[in-house]
């Protein structure tokens, strides 16, 4: 059987399978009598505002769903149909091992493992997502990690105990979520467009949806450069790192406050699209930021640990501790000397960012988001693209599976712009 591994944090739900890869945020658009889920419904959220839900996950229940959104009796009957449409699009695993945020009540734990029995997979596994990605980082000291989920961020301290991670407690922040700070940096650039332009983008839903959608563009440049320039239907405005620094402090002092002080082995994880967030690393002097590929690695390590076939699962918040990133393995000895096989051919990699909307951003090996729920990744033959749905050109031509990318090369996904790869030098 085929085994899914799926990662139920609601600002990017993450469902691998096979080289499918899909990613898909908390959000539900009603269209007709049915649902749309995901980056779609979400580049809708300011167009339709009354037939968008993004508290489904969240407020995972069995109450009457207010306001009424289509056919949906409750919440419960869109995470359904949300898990159905994220394992077609993954290629239909048999099996899943899910990854849950310890702020999951266990009522809605049972819930969520109801649902499940009426889709067309079986849950496997479960457990603590915090613990499964605590396991990749711990080195003897306390552990903090801060989860950005839609409509709150969520503190879990984890601790060490011979040679195994634990979960201690967790502690959900109100108002700190990823839909909050969204909102103060689009209060905050909108503010600069008025300054420098006189336009204001949060006049009409339109060009307040692009604001929105420019946003993960914006922060990833910012994230390497002090300032960038934002077009928003023809109107530019500059933005630098300094001017958005205060949209995070109302998270960045709950989180503080949670945490207390820090002794010098203590470490704060935090996950890829957290990081984005300007003044993070000024916040947090003691952070590691996970690579978008953890989750999936640490859940295919504990794989065999975590399945559990043939009984009721138990939320498992305990887990051995993998070798932390970058130590050195224990040297073995020599083997005798051999001929030395002939080399390999090094791997297509020239490329080291990628160009769209005139904004470079630098690309990850463990994978750098696109459209569509696509990613550009590095394997060993080179830079390569994994996903599923929407058409995907290169060049002009349809992506062949497996068709190793270089410099110069230019993607197009479904209607999203063009992004061509480049190498930046020096």
Known sequence: MSIGLLDLNDSNLQLWHGDARVQSPGYALLQGADYLFGAPARAAARLQPRDINTRFWWQLSTEKLQPALGPAR?????????????????????????????????EQL????????????????????????????????????????????VISELAQHDGHIELQRTVPLPGCGLLQLQERLVELIAAEFVRQTRFDPRRKAATEQQLYDALPTTLRALHTSA?????????????????????????????????????????VI????????????????????????DMQRALRTHQQRLVQREQALSFITTLP??????????????????????PAPEPVCRATHLLSDH?????????????????????????????????????????????????????????????VLIEVRG
Not at 233 to 242: I, K, P
């Open 74 to 106: 409750h919440t419960g009957d869109l995470v359904h149909a949300h898990l159905k449409q994220l394992h077609a699009q993954a290629q239909h695993p048999d099996e899943l091992l899910l990854a849950v945020s310890g702020s999951m009540q266990h």
């Open 110 to 153: 049972a819930l969520l493992l109801g649902i499940v029995q009426q889709c067309p997979f079986d849950a496997v596994g479960l457990v603590n997502r915090s613990v499964a990605l605590a396991s990749l980082y711990s080195r003897g000291g306390r552990l903090f990690h801060l989860e950005l989920q839609l409509h709150q961020a």
């Open 227 to 267: 300032e960038t320039n934002m077009d928003i239907n023809g109107y530019q405005a500059r933005v630098g790192t300094h001017q958005l620094q205060s949209a995070g402090r109302r998270l960045f002092d709950s989180a503080n406050e949670t945490i207390g002080i820090l002794r010098p082995d203590d470490r």
């Open 270 to 293: 935090a996950d890829p699209l957290t990081a984005l967030l300007p003044g993070l690393g000024t916040a947090f002097a003691q952070l590691d930021v996970l690579q978008p590929d």
């Open 321 to 342: 501790c993998i070798e932390p990133r970058g130590k050195a393995a224990p040297a073995a000895a020599k083997p005798a000397p051999s001929p030395a096989p002939a």
């Open 359 to 419: 904004v470079a951003q630098a690309l990850l090996p463990g994978g750098t988001a696109l459209a569509d729920g696509w990613e550009l990744y590095r394997s060993d033959a080179g830079w390569q693209l994994r996903g599923s749905g929407g058409s995907v050109a290169v060049n002009g031509r349809p992506y062949r599976a497996g068709q190793v990318l270089d410099s110069g090369d230019r993607i197009v996904i479904g209607q999203a712009p063009a992004a």
